[in-house]
């Protein structure tokens, strides 16, 4: 209950946040204040009437929002948009709105790992976090906005069992402009999900309180983070089980007599300032030129601080889970901190819109200092690192015949010392007949150091003490994307040398021979008045399955018809269809929160298919989802991850409701 009572107030607050900045601002041009203005309530019929005429009178600010995300350091304010459409707003999964095949541990906040092996990128650099990036707010993932008016999103989703079995989720974005240059931004999610089966609770939250300042000359972003995560662990079913015989799934025998506790949290501060020299163009009624200022030289400081913590316990470890104990045979309680304190100083030169043939330059300087403290402290680890590097690059974004960038990093001193990383891609524009079409080349050349949690680690019930050799990384990747035809198809290729990855024994361990990955996609959407259908098709080999394993396809269909119910609801009914083909598809350990390579177990042929409806009625929006509607109707393979099932036949209903005037 008290969880409901905070969703409520949060939802009162915000919707009085925005009533009274609409009173406040609603009625007056940007750039203006309300000054002494004042409702009156007293006086004769026609004072009352002529008020109420002038108000309408008065015209109305209109809500334009601009959002953006920062990257390359900080120096670059990336365009994005706002997600207020209806088209597959029922896909809330955090992982499945990254990739379209995904293994994972059967409940929504649980670990998991896409299949797709060229997006297994992380946010955030602590590794026992990796297996929950999609649930994580990093600095990266921020969206900045200015807006005219607030802007605000409550999204709230429900299982259809309030009280067992039972998923909420809740979320708020809360947007507000100070002045025309200063923005405040608030973020809170949170989702607690009970699963299915026995021990298998999961709940997360996200806070998140972001300020930026964007003027001519100063430019600010900041944002402060807080990330909680915590999660129980059954280690899957005991094999043997039919998914479909059993008539419970609480009925399930799970391989742990008592749950172990995984809990993972961290703290963020981050901010980058910069000053920027410029000249400002004026403004020219004749020719339509308004006033701008044109930036020639940014002086840019990037901080962040992350301080991160991973506390495993488990009161009977003596269960036959855990192959090894290690200090403590009556519990275990594993705690381990990881901070890094992160400067970057960096010089960009602009790309000049006035002149012609140029192209911008950056140049930084940084360093990292890091500290590791594992609990029980046994043995002797290496507590403290840092690392110092140099970097720079050249790009031209602003160009119409085409874009491009190259850039570099390299590690002088430190626990990275030699590590590089050279990136570079060609954009360029293509018009054939009315189609605006791309054709886009990208590239990376990397001599990468082992993780220091891949080399070193030590719990109650895993210990490692490696001396892995340097990574050496080539990939390509390239596609075509083409406007008019909706169509995206591409090729990815990488070869690794020294890859690192997780053994049958759940160990970190390295590729003796280098390892060829080869994949190719095509994603195309047939948009018609009332007909959407998205399809998504994948296709990868690796030339060693001694060291990964990856399904050979992988596959999205989505079939929605939509219609518009009298002029103002819009409706979409529609199917999902996930699908894979077998493979033996990495395993889970909860000790380490990682993904290992296992051999006995099969799983895929299966079709995932769920049902839905999403309706949108002005701003606010709504879904029914029917998740797996054919289980125990086209077999009992419906296994998320090896030994853990998926949801067994459910639904989700969803409302989103924005503010934005």
């Known amino acids: 209950m008290t969880g409901k009572y905070i969703y409520i107030v949060i939802a009162a607050f915000l919707i009085v946040i925005q009533a009274n900045a609409q009173s406040r601002t609603g009625n007056l041009p940007l750039g203006r204040t309300s000054g002494g203005n004042q409702t009156r309530t007293t006086g004769t019929e026609s004072e009352n009437e002529e008020d109420s005429e002038t108000e309408s009178a008065r015209p109305k600010i209109p809500s334009v929002i601009k959002?953006?995300?920062?990257?390359?350091q900080g120096s670059n304010m990336k365009p994005s948009e706002l997600d207020t459409t209806l088209t597959f707003f029922h896909i809330y999964h955090p992982f499945e709105q990254k990739s379209i095949s995904n293994i994972f541990t059967g409940n929504n906040g649980g670990a998991y790992q896409t299949n797709d092996f060229f997006k297994r990128t992380f946010a955030s650099d602590f590794s026992f976090s990796r297996a929950f990036d999609a649930y994580w707010l990093t600095p990266s993932k921020i969206q900045y906005f200015n807006t005219t008016t607030p802007y605000t999103v409550l999204d709230y989703t429900q299982s259809e069992n309030k009280s067992s079995k039972n998923e909420t989720r809740f979320n708020v974005i809360h947007s507000q402009n100070v002045n025309k240059n200063l923005n405040f931004e608030f973020i809170y999610n949170q989702t607690r999900s009970q699963g299915q089966?026995?021990?298998?609770e999961n709940k997360y939250h996200n806070i998140g309180v972001v300020g930026s300042y964007i003027s001519n000359q100063f430019l600010s972003h900041t944002n402060i983070i807080f990330n909680r995560l915590q999660g129980e662990e059954n280690g899957g079913i005991l094999a043997g089980q039919s998914l479909t015989e059993i008539a419970k799934t609480e009925d399930f025998i799970v391989k742990m007599d008592d749950a172990a506790i995984n809990k993972i949290q961290?703290?963020?501060?981050?901010?980058?300032?910069?000053?920027?020299?410029?000249?400002?163009?004026?403004?020219?009624?004749?020719e339509y030129i308004v006033e701008a200022f044109i930036p020639r030289v940014g002086f840019i400081h990037e901080l962040e601080?992350?301080?991160?913590?991973?506390?495993?316990?488990?009161?009977?470890?003596?269960?036959?889970?855990?192959e090894h104990i290690y200090s403590d045979s009556i519990k275990t309680s594993d705690t381990l901190k990881y901070n890094r304190l992160t400067n970057i100083f960096q010089i960009r030169i602009y790309e000049a819109p006035d002149r012609k043939f140029t192209f911008g330059k950056r140049a930084y300087i940084g360093?990292?200092?890091?500290?590791?403290?594992?609990?029980?402290?046994?043995?002797?680890?290496?507590?403290?690192?840092?690392?110092?590097?140099?970097?720079?690059?050249?790009?031209?974004?602003?160009?119409?015949?085409?874009?491009?960038?190259?850039?570099?990093?390299?590690?002088?001193?430190?626990?990275?010392?030699?590590?590089t990383e050279l990136n570079g891609f060609?954009?360029?524009?293509?018009?054939?007949?009315?189609?605006?079409?791309?054709?886009?080349?990208?590239?990376?050349?990397?001599?990468?150091?082992?993780?220091?949690?891949?080399?070193?680690?030590?719990?109650?019930?895993?210990?490692?003490?490696?001396?892995?050799?340097?990574?050496?990384?080539?990939?390509?990747?390239?596609?075509?994307?083409?406007?008019?035809?909706?169509?995206?198809?591409?090729?990815?290729?990488?070869?690794?040398?020294n890859y690192i990855y997780n053994n049958e024994e759940a160990l970190p361990a390295q590729a003796g021979s280098e390892l060829m990955i080869l994949s190719a996609y095509l994603n195309k959407d047939f948009d018609r008045?009332?007909?959407?259908?998205?399809?998504?098709?994948?296709?990868?080999?690796?030339?060693?399955?001694?060291?990964?394993?990856?399904?050979?396809?992988?596959?999205?269909?989505?079939?929605n018809y939509r219609s518009l119910v009298s002029k103002v609801l819009y409706f979409q009914l529609g199917v999902d269809t996930r699908y894979n083909t077998t493979f033996y598809a990495d395993a889970y350990q909860p000790g380490t929160s990682r993904f290992y390579l296992q051999n006995t177990q099969k799983i895929g042929n299966y079709p995932y298919i769920d049902l839905h409806v999403n309706m949108k009625l002005k701003r606010t929006r709504f879904f029914f989802k029917l998740m797996n509607a054919a289980s125990g109707l086209v077999g009992d393979n419906f296994y998320a991850a090896p030994d853990y099932p998926y949801y067994r036949r459910t639904y989700r209903i969803g409302l989103a409701w924005s503010f934005y005037d």
């Not at 089966?197 to 298998?200: D, L, V």
């Open 305 to 322: 601080y992350s301080g991160n913590k991973r506390l495993f316990t488990k009161d009977n470890p003596q269960d036959g889970f855990f």
């Open 67 to 72: 959002a953006w995300e920062l990257t390359d």
């Open 426 to 497: 060609i954009n360029k524009p293509l018009r054939i007949g009315r189609d605006t079409t791309s054709l886009r080349v990208e590239g990376s050349l990397k001599t990468l150091v082992p993780d220091y949690f891949d080399k070193y680690y030590y719990s109650n019930h895993f210990e490692w003490r490696n001396n892995f050799d340097n990574i050496n990384e080539l990939t390509i990747k390239a596609n075509i994307h083409s406007q008019q035809y909706k169509a995206n198809i591409g090729a990815n290729y990488s070869l690794i040398g």
């Open 197 to 200: 089966y026995q021990y298998q």
């Open 529 to 559: 008045k009332h007909w959407l259908v998205r399809t998504q098709l994948l296709v990868q080999k690796a030339s060693n399955e001694r060291y990964i394993h990856l399904p050979a396809v992988a596959g999205y269909i989505s079939m």
């Open 266 to 286: 961290n703290n963020t501060f981050y901010t980058t300032n910069e000053f920027r020299l410029g000249k400002t163009v004026e403004a020219d009624s004749a």
């Open 367 to 419: 360093n990292d200092q890091l500290w590791y403290l594992f609990s029980p402290t046994e043995k002797y680890y290496p507590e403290k690192q840092s690392n110092t590097f140099v970097g720079g690059g050249i790009f031209r974004n602003e160009g119409k015949f085409w874009q491009w960038e190259a850039d570099g990093k390299i590690y002088l001193t430190g626990y990275r010392a030699g590590q």
